[in-house]
Structure formats: C-alpha cells, structure tokens
C-alpha cells in the first residue's frame, strides 16, 4: 500500500473548523482514501472514504487534490467530542485490512 | 451504520492462564473479520485476517500457536490468547466488513496479564 504523511498533531478551538492534511505522493489510480478516527480507548470509527471527487457526509468533508497526492479532512465545526487520532489511509478496497500509520492526534479546546 | 460487539471489553489474567475474546458482527453477516493490536502510544497493527469456515492468516511475527482465532460463523470471530504473558498485554480490536466500502470496528477489548 502506498504510504500517507499526515502531522503528528494539531489543535483548533472549539466550534472553529479543522482542516486535517494528508500527503500521499505515491498513491496509485485504484486507490481509494479513506479516514478513520479513534478515540481514546475505543476501536476506529469510519469517518468518509473517496476515489477522486471531493465527498461530503453528515461527520466531515473530503476535498482530494486534482493530482490525489494530497487530501484534507475538514470537520466544518469542531467539538470536545471531535479530540481523536485522526488516520488518513490508502487502500483499493476496504475489505482489505487497513494498514493504520500514527494519524494526526487533535485536540480541541474551549 | 453496522455494529461490531466484543467482549469483554476488559480482561485482567495472570500469567500463563488462556483468554478468549470474542468479536460478532450483530447486524449484519461478516465472512471477513480482521484482528488488529495496538501498544500503548502506537497505532493499530493487524494481527491476522479470520475467514469464516477456515483458517486465519497471519501477519509475520504474530504466532499462530499462541493467538488461536475461530471464525465458526458469519457473525462470530474468537481469539484466545494462550498461556499469556505481561507482554501480550494490549488493546485487541477486531473489525468486519459489512459490505460495500466500509469496514466497521469493535470497541476493542484492554487485556492486561499480571
């Protein structure tokens, strides 16, 4: 698979917007980007996947480069419940065991 | 969304002594479910992959004797670690695919052996 570069952390205040990066330089055409995140203690969470369009769900925003060797996660307003280890992942499939890299760990303040 | 369940979602052992921890998938029929292991500070790493009415694969380095999985139907995975020892202590997650493009994970279950 593939390898993802996201930032060890970042920090946003409350109610704000995140914008959460990902490099992926070697990603190949049948690889689909997926985000998960964890919160402490508890098993990955799906957040949204895409191939090349941008993508919109009811938990955040996928906005893939034209070139898909780079996507951000945007969660549109940030809450306490939003602090996790967020984990950009490549894969052609998901039903494929997901290979996790260390993600970006947010925290979010009042 | 699907929903995996695991239990327990705790478990404290002594050393030597076997664990089982189960992984269902309770909505929906999963013949794929991954175990996954995550240290303290690190991420997740796959332990193997369980396939319904065979046998597991394993990630290199995992031993196959030691971590027992059973996939005896679509919606029930096992994982008994056996004769445990303090550095098998971990968060174990299994996860199952439900079909489509996602998969779904278990809330993991913390196992410390003393």
């Known amino acids: 698979d593939a390898k993802t570069t996201q930032p060890n952390s970042m920090e946003s205040n409350e109610e704000e917007p995140v914008h959460l990066p990902c490099n992926h330089s070697?990603?190949?055409?049948?690889?689909?980007i997926h985000w998960y995140r964890q919160l402490p203690s508890q098993g990955p969470e799906y957040v949204i996947h895409g191939l090349t369009s941008n993508v919109n769900n009811r938990m955040a925003s996928l906005a893939i480069a034209e070139d898909r060797k780079s996507s951000t996660l945007i969660l549109h307003r940030a809450t306490l419940r939003d602090a996790a280890v967020y984990y950009c992942i490549l894969s052609r499939y998901s039903g494929y065991a997901l290979n996790f890299g260390k993600g970006t760990s947010l925290l979010v303040t009042p | 969304g699907a929903v995996v369940s695991q239990h327990p979602s705790w478990v404290i052992c002594k050393s030597g002594t076997s664990v089982k921890i189960e992984c269902r998938s309770l909505d929906f029929q999963a013949t794929t479910m991954f175990w996954y292991r995550q240290f303290p500070k690190q991420s997740l790493m796959l332990m193997a992959t369980?396939?319904?009415?065979?046998?597991?694969?394993?990630e290199q380095g995992v031993e196959k004797d030691k971590f027992l999985i059973n996939h005896a139907s679509l919606t029930l995975s096992t994982l008994t670690v056996t004769s445990a020892h303090p550095e098998d202590s971990s968060f174990y997650i299994c996860?199952?695919?439900?079909?489509?493009?996602?998969?779904?994970f278990g809330p993991g279950t913390r196992l410390t052996v003393l």
């Open positions: 070697t990603i190949s055409g049948t690889d689909y």
């Open positions: 996860s199952a695919i439900a079909g489509g493009n996602e998969q779904f």
């Open positions: 369980s396939n319904e009415g065979s046998k597991a694969t394993y």
